[in-house]
């Protein structure tokens, strides 16, 4: 079945968007916690805090959104060309 490549793409990006989001707030409310899952979360590489300006915020849910954007683009584009194969 093929996928959509614009819908998947959106969803991607709509998603990482969301996830942003509840990252940005963690980190506002608890942001030693925050850290910690973060580092977790990146196979232990020391994540180092910055200060969480309303630039900082905005410019990486932007990121986000942007990344899962061109990783559901290649993710629907690689599926259909494997599936012609």
């Known amino acids: 079945m093929e996928l959509n490549v614009k819908a998947i793409s959106l969803a991607a990006g709509i ?3 969301i996830v942003s989001v509840i990252c940005t707030a963690a980190f506002a409310l608890a942001p030693e916690q925050a850290v ?5 979360l990146m196979h232990g590489v ?3 805090a910055r200060p969480l300006t309303a630039v900082n915020a905005v410019a990486g849910i932007v990121l986000a959104v942007a990344f899962g954007i061109i990783v559901g683009a290649v993710f629907a584009g ?3 060309k494997l599936l012609k194969k």
Request: aromatic share 0%; charged share 0%.
């Open 15 to 17: 998603t990482a968007g």
């Open 36 to 40: 910690s899952v973060g580092s977790l």
């Open 46 to 48: 020391a994540v180092q």
């Open 78 to 80: 690689l599926n259909n």
